[in-house]
Nanobody, 115 residues
Framework: QVQLVESGGGLVQAGGSLRLSCAAS????????MRWYRQAPGKERELVAS???????NYADSVKGRFTISRVNARNTAYLEMTSLKPEDTAVYYC?????????WGQGTQVTVSS
């Protein structure tokens, strides 16, 4: 059974930092692209960052320079380090594991940034 479990969300003041984790099981983690998405109330889900199995990363323009995605294949875990957080970063954050055939999603973790 495939599971992606996010953790690390919470309430933080603007300018603060959080680190999200996504622990995967039931998949060959090292062969999957890992992505972080977010969805704010009333908005569509958007791609925030992605990292390939070999560590190449990409970011949405809105988070470049503030967020860092990483992964530790030996731990089957992906991370999203978020700094200089803004109220507009408030959303539910989801991790996704993208394989050749299908993709898997976690249940999401809430991030709330107060002004």
């Amino acid at each position: 059974q495939v599971q992606l479990v996010e953790s690390g969300g919470g309430l933080v003041q603007a300018g603060g930092s959080l680190r999200l984790s996504c622990a995967a099981s039931g998949i060959t983690f090292s062969s999957h692209i890992m992505r972080w998405y977010r969805q704010a109330p009333g908005k569509e889900r958007e791609l925030v960052a992605s990292v390939t199995p070999t560590g190449t990363s990409n970011y949405a323009d809105s988070v470049k320079g503030r967020f860092t995605i990483s992964r530790v294949n030996a731990r089957n875990t992906a991370y999203l380090e978020m700094t200089s957080l803004k109220p507009e970063d408030t959303a539910v954050y989801y991790c996704q594991a993208r394989g050749l055939i299908r993709e898997y999603w976690g249940q999401g973790t809430q991030v709330t940034v107060s002004s």
